[in-house]
């Protein structure tokens, strides 16, 4: 009667609120990319305009498909087309089995998978960039949100985890961790490290086997692993007690006409973003 209940799975940390932590930052693809005006094209009736409302047709094509330069047309701009997206980290809500909180690491960069590497192969043998614009960028973003793999593993798994640490870059491709437009609002919360100048940071994250199947232990072998780290990751103090943190922390701003915006966006310009990558395959 007197026995406490057994304890079968962790009890997960959920958040009380928008916290950028939780649920990624308020990251605007739409407001990312840059307007006409931004890479030279202005309503003109010289020659010199005429070229350069060309030079930003082939620009915003280079950001559809390749998100880089696609030939010297784009490669001698200043304002050179690159990948859009965010690099984070996420809470999970569960902990380490070393007391720190675990995370989880969004790839938010296009990395030209999404054709597959026999159509990646083919452009750098013709001597093109990978397929890193908007349009690829949405079908590797379907391609992983159908893989049933980190589901299934969330089912399976006891939730007990053993984690490594790992310090990856975060941020968008220019190395902002804020927006840019708006100072308030904070797309990357905690520590920065600045390495070759780009922004990193360094969390906790589930460990894997060589095989690359997460590791988790049974509840008596997480409770008996030492608890050497602070939830915010840092070293337990020699005092064992580990002092109150908000690391971490920001409240993500709600705007619904921004992610409209960028599904509209994304939307109007994957057909065109096809029709230049149907050229570049015919091409190869």
Known sequence: MGDSPKRILPAAKLPTKLDTSYFGPNYDFAASLPMPADVGAVRDDTLSSVFEAGQAAAYYVDMIGFGAPSSSFTENMRNKPRPLGINYFIRTGSQC??????????????????????????????????????????????????DPRPVVSAVLGSGYAQCRKVTLPVGDTFGNVRNPKDADDLWIPGPIQMINGVPHQTRWIQDVDKKGNPIYLFVDEFDAAPKTQCPNGADKPASGECPPSTEGFAIRKISPTRDLEGWIVAASLTAAALLAIGKCVLRV
């Open 97 to 146: 089995s070393n007391g720190a909180d675990m995370w989880y690491y969004i790839n938010g960069v296009p990395d030209g998978s999404a054709l597959g590497p026999l159509i990646k192969e083919a452009l750098e043998r013709s001597k093109l960039p990978p397929l890193r614009g908007l349009a690829p960028g949405i079908l590797e973003d379907a391609k992983a949100g159908l």
